[in-house]
């Protein structure tokens, strides 16, 4: 059974740092992607970044330069380092993953695996 669990949510000020982790089991690691979304207020659930299992990532253009995908194969887990954390940042964030997975998307859709989310909130 393919388990993903998220943390490392918590409340920061305006330009604070957060690293959520993702800890993912139940699949085998090769050729799967994960990807950070998130879903703020009303707006649609929202690709942020995505990193397949050699290491490639995929940003959406309003973080690139501020938050860090990587992972730890030994550990199955799957970090996303958010620096210069900006109040739209707040969202409640969600790691996904696509099984054979050749491609990286930031598409919803594209993943079928989800987890329950951990919660980002930036104050001002």
């Known amino acids: 059974q393919v388990q993903l669990a998220e943390s490392g949510g918590g409340s920061v000020p305006a330009g604070g740092s957060l690293r959520l982790s993702c800890v993912a089991s139940g699949y085998p690691y090769s050729h799967n992607c994960i990807g950070w979304f998130r879903h703020a207020h009303a707006n649609e659930r929202e690709g942020v970044a995505s990193?397949?299992?050699?290491?490639?990532?995929s940003y959406a253009d309003s973080v690139k330069g501020r938050f860090t995908i990587s992972r730890d194969v030994a550990e199955r887990t799957i970090y996303l380092q958010m620096s210069n954390l900006k109040p739209e940042d707040t969202a409640m964030y969600y790691c996904a993953l696509r099984r054979s997975c050749y491609y990286l998307s930031l598409a919803r859709n594209y993943f079928t695996y989800w987890g329950q989310g951990t919660q980002v909130t930036v104050s001002t």
């Open positions: 990193i397949d299992s050699d290491g490639s990532t």
